[in-house]
C-alpha cells in the first residue's frame, strides 16, 4: 500500500467533504419541499453557487481541477450551477410561494446531482492515480512515466531534425549526509536539488525522480554545444545555491551527469544504460561534472 502525498491525502479528504456538505445541502431542499420553510440564502440567493460550501471549495481549487481535465472541470462548474442551482431555487421558490413545483425542475435537479457525483467520482481516480506516479517526496513524476513521454519527444526530435538527451544525475556524497545529518536532512537535500533543478530547466524538458538520489532529463536541443551549455548551467546552479538546514549551517551541494544523445530508433533502456555508463565514468575522475556518452 502506497502513502499518498500530504497535499493529495488533504485534497481528497477536503473533496469529500465538499460533497457531503452538498449532500446535506439537499436534506434542506427535502424540507423546504415537505415543511415549506426556508432553505437558505445559499439556495435562494441568484448566487448561490458560489455561497455553498462546495460552490466556494471548487472555486478555489478550481485549478487543481483544471490540471487533471480542464473540460470535465468546466462541466463540474455547468452542472453545478446551472442544472442543480438554478433548477432548485426556481423550484424552492414556487414552493415558498405556495405553488407546486415543475416536473423539469425536479428532473433536471435529479439529473444534474447524479452527474455531478459521477465527475467528482473520477476526479478522486485521476488524483489518486496521480498520486501513485508522482514522487511524494519531490512533486516530480516517477520513473514509470518515462517511457510515453521518452517516445513523443523521440518522435518529435525527428520530426524538427533537433536533439534529444538522456540525463542521468547524481547527488555526490549523498550517502554521508544521510549518515552525518540523518534522513531528514537528506530529505531537504533531495526536495532543494529537485526545485533547483525544476527552476533550472525549460517547462518542456521533463525531470523525473529516478530513484534514490537519480534524477532523470529528457534535454531537447538543437546541437550538441547546447547540450553542453545546459549541462554546466546545471552544474552551476546546484553548486551555487546552497541547501539551509540550521540557523547558521548550510550544505554546498555538487551532482554528477551522464548524457546520452538518444539515437533516432533507440529504445529509452538503451539510452539510459549508456547515461549511466558516463555518468559513473563522471564519479570515477572526480565527480561535479558532466560526461557525454560515446553514440
Known amino acids: 500500500m502506497f502513502d499518498l ?29 415537505v415543511l415549506r420553510s426556508t432553505p437558505g440564502e445559499d439556495v435562494l440567493d441568484p448566487m448561490a453557487h458560489t455561497l455553498c460550501h462546495f460552490g466556494a471549495w471548487f472555486t478555489a481549487s478550481r485549478r487543481d481541477f483544471e490540471a487533471l481535465d480542464a473540460q470535465a472541470a468546466q462541466r463540474v462548474e455547468t452542472v453545478h450551477q446551472q442544472a442543480m442551482h438554478d ?9 415558498m410561494a405556495g405553488q407546486p413545483g415543475l416536473n423539469s425542475d425536479l428532473d ?3 439529473a444534474s446531482q447524479a452527474e455531478l457525483i459521477s465527475l467528482l467520482a473520477n476526479f478522486k481516480t ?17 520513473r514509470y512515466s518515462v517511457e510515453n513521454d521518452f517516445a513523443l519527444y523521440q518522435k518529435e526530435a525527428r520530426r524538427n531534425r533537433s536533439l534529444l538527451y ?11 549526509i544521510n549518515d552525518t545529518y ?9 526536495r532543494h536539488v529537485a526545485n533547483t533543478l525544476k527552476q ?8 523525473y525522480r529516478y530513484g534514490g538520489e537519480e534524477f532523470l532529463w529528457l534535454l531537447k536541443c538543437k546541437s550538441a554545444e547546447e547540450a553542453r551549455k545546459s549541462a554546466r548551467r ?31 530508433r533507440e529504445d529509452l533502456s538503451s539510452a539510459i544504460r549508456r547515461a549511466d555508463l558516463a555518468l559513473y565514468e563522471g564519479k570515477q575522475n572526480g565527480r561535479n561534472r558532466y560526461v557525454v556518452a560515446e553514440s
Open 5 to 33: 502525498p500530504v497535499e493529495t491525502d488533504t485534497f481528497i479528504a477536503e473533496l469529500d467533504a465538499a460533497v457531503e456538505a452538498h449532500l446535506n445541502w439537499t436534506r434542506r431542499i427535502l424540507r423546504c419541499a
Open 87 to 95: 433548477a432548485i431555487r426556481s423550484m424552492c421558490t414556487k414552493v
Open 108 to 110: 433536471a435537479f435529479e
Open 126 to 142: 485521476l488524483i489518486l492515480s496521480n498520486a501513485v506516479r508522482q514522487d511524494p517526496l519531490t512533486g516530480l513524476p516517477l
Open 166 to 176: 538522456v540525463v542521468m544525475i547524481d547527488v555526490d556524497h549523498f550517502k554521508p
Open 182 to 190: 540523518g534522513h531528514l536532512v537528506g530529505d531537504l537535500v533531495l
Open 200 to 207: 533550472g530547466l525549460r517547462i518542456d524538458e521533463p525531470l
Open 234 to 264: 546545471v552544474l552551476a546552479s546546484i553548486g551555487t545555491t546552497p541547501v539551509p538546514i540550521a540557523d547558521d549551517e548550510t550544505l554546498r551541494l555538487t551532482v554528477t551527469m551522464g548524457l546520452a544523445l538518444a539515437g533516432e
